[in-house]
């Protein structure tokens, strides 16, 4: 008997945005939700206590990183990935699906699995969607996503079409090794598809023929423009079960989660704020902003005026810029810290306007803050 | 009127160890002390809170890093380098002399300065002792360094000579433009005289007759015999003045901390902690470990069972050894966290042994648990 559930709290009335709870044995998530990115068992950076105060509810953990090293098992055997990086709260784990379709040359996809040389030393590995489930579980993740072939961006018709039946049998064997209600871990189906809506529709029915605790969007981001990013979308959402999750995979700027939650998604996740953390580049209300320009070198106000945030609250943008024209790992720790707050916040932002009722001002505002 | 003072608060029977007290308008130092060094104005990979958690009461600058980058008088306009770096505890600076002795072939010295290229964009710069007050003054430091040669080991007994009575002359400048009582900080001597007991003996009294805030010795942990850097410890030490503070600078490893307390040394940095930290290589009751080792693959035991630190209580050598491996950020954080505070420990378990007249029994007792 799973732990984990959905309430819908409050359906949006001028979008499809929704107010939500996720409830899992590790805790509770409010949706719509942004996860930070943790690959490697650690979210770059940002030591667990500094996630949790900036209001991270739920993180990311890579199934293919974590399976080359250290090792699934040695996880496993350590008392699973949340003990090993001393986070307590939830974790999502991707299928590895991802990281092995973009290893390119790489990797080879059969009806079996999909095969690959690690890019740490070149080792062969196959990676099947039985394997897959056993790596997240060992792991401990409180949402398993289910493996499958992320499509690139343009593809034929028919390698789209091909490509989403073989995902919707590999999402049927990853449910038959992780059967509802089996574990206190809960099974994500993941819609592909490409940018066509009928192969879209098609995918969504065959996974809610097979049944999941919840259902993504997979295959988007992937070098699309985002006006068709946004239709997919706006498709594909609504043609999910309203009691379930919906989870948007690798998006994105703000402007994509705001746009997101009002095409109905819940939960997104990305390594936007934290990569672009470590290359200097920091959210704001009005937009981003490229710490390592001279304008910077003087400034003696924060990231964001508007920002309350520990680095905002105690640093000069001139200390930043500092720390990175100098490689100062405090850079990346700092920058780390307010991009994945400026995330939390807006958030934080969508969900108290959609419990006032109040997300289409919420939306409003946002865009004119960045026209200023 | 400065409000700079030493309070020697109990000299130990059965060595030269004393424990003490610094009092500066940014707080109160107790010693024997350990400054952890923050180069670049951020002691790498530590927030300044971290800093506090350990017990750092008293952290380094360098004057010829900030100087180039970003510049002293950047930093005075942002409000001085405690404010741009958010460190409100006192700050000692470097004089910038050694950093520029270790340039070798790029810089060059006369009577007047050194001349140098920096390291960064091989521009020309020439330090002299008044620049360097003023740098040290425009940071804003509270304990300030005279500017002077460290002379290399080995070197001819001519060199080491002129050198010497070179940087006598260039302390009675550094004197001149911060004259005793002119501020709120405290100005130090610094004594050369190479591996000379002779030489090293005049400097004390060249320094003295100067009269400064307190008194260093320079030129040691220069690539000399341990047992060397221990006689010039030794010999120098008691030369100088039983009321006003002494600090042996770029000193080390613990060993040498401990002996170096027993010389009679209050205060003491190095880079050994950090630059350690990050290198994998860590600090423990019994030795030193390097994480990188594959004993410590599935380990999952702290760093120091015997170690209170934030990471020994919550993480694994195992999980160190994953992000070491993986090269993550989160690897120099936690790394240079326990190295510090094991740092900080060793210095706060001498002075309460100190106080409790049994540093001859913890002297022992620090030296059986690293041979067991």
């Not at 949006?12 to 998530?29: L, N, P, W």
Request: hydrophobic residues 35%; negative net charge.
């Amino acid at each position: 008997m799973s732990a984990f559930k959905y309430d819908l709290l409050k359906q949006d009335e001028g979008s499809q945005a929704r107010r939500g709870r996720i409830t899992t044995a590790r805790g509770v998530i409010e949706t719509p939700v942004f996860m930070p990115v943790g690959t490697a068992g650690t979210v770059k950076g940002l030591l667990p206590e500094a996630l949790k105060e900036i209001g991270a509810q739920i993180i990311l953990g890579n199934t293919y990183h974590l399976y080359l090293r250290p090792g699934h098992k040695l996880i496993q055997q350590l008392g699973g990935l949340h003990k090993f990086m001393n986070w307590d709260r939830p974790i999502l784990t991707d299928s590895g699906g991802f990281q092995v379709f973009s290893l390119g040359e790489l990797r080879k996809i059969t009806e079996e699995g999909a095969s690959f040389q690690s890019h740490i030393d070149g080792s062969k590995h196959m990676l099947t969607p039985e394997l897959s489930i056993e790596i997240q579980q060992a792991l401990g993740a409180d949402i398993i996503m289910v493996f499958d072939e992320c499509i690139p961006h343009p593809a034929e018709r028919k390698y789209v079409a091909d490509s989403t039946n073989l995902s919707a049998r590999w999402a049927k064997r990853c449910r038959e090794a992780m059967p509802a209600g089996s574990s206190d871990s809960a099974l994500f189906g993941i819609v592909q598809g490409g940018m066509h809506t009928d192969l879209r529709k098609q995918s969504a029915e065959q996974l809610q023929e097979i049944g999941f605790e919840g259902y993504a969007l997979g295959g988007l981001s992937v070098g699309e423009e985002t006006s068709l990013m946004y239709e997919m979308m706006e498709f594909s959402l609504p043609l999910l079960p309203a009691d379930k999750p919906r989870y948007v995979m690798g998006v994105g700027t703000p402007e994509n989660l705001v746009e997101g939650v009002a095409r109905g998604c819940d939960m997104f996740d990305c390594v936007m704020p934290t990569r672009n953390a470590r290359n200097g580049n920091l959210f704001s209300s009005f937009g981003k902003i490229s710490i390592k320009q001279a304008q910077y070198r003087d400034d003696e106000t924060p990231i964001d005026p508007d920002c309350d945030c520990y680095v905002c609250r105690n640093y000069s943008r001139a200390y930043l810029r500092h720390l990175f024209m100098s490689r100062e790992i405090l850079s990346s720790v700092l920058n780390t810290h307010h991009n994945l707050y400026y995330y939390q916040q807006l958030m934080a932002g969508i969900r108290t306007a959609l419990e006032e009722g109040r997300f289409h001002e919420f939306r409003a505002e946002f865009y004119r803050k960045r026209n200023q």
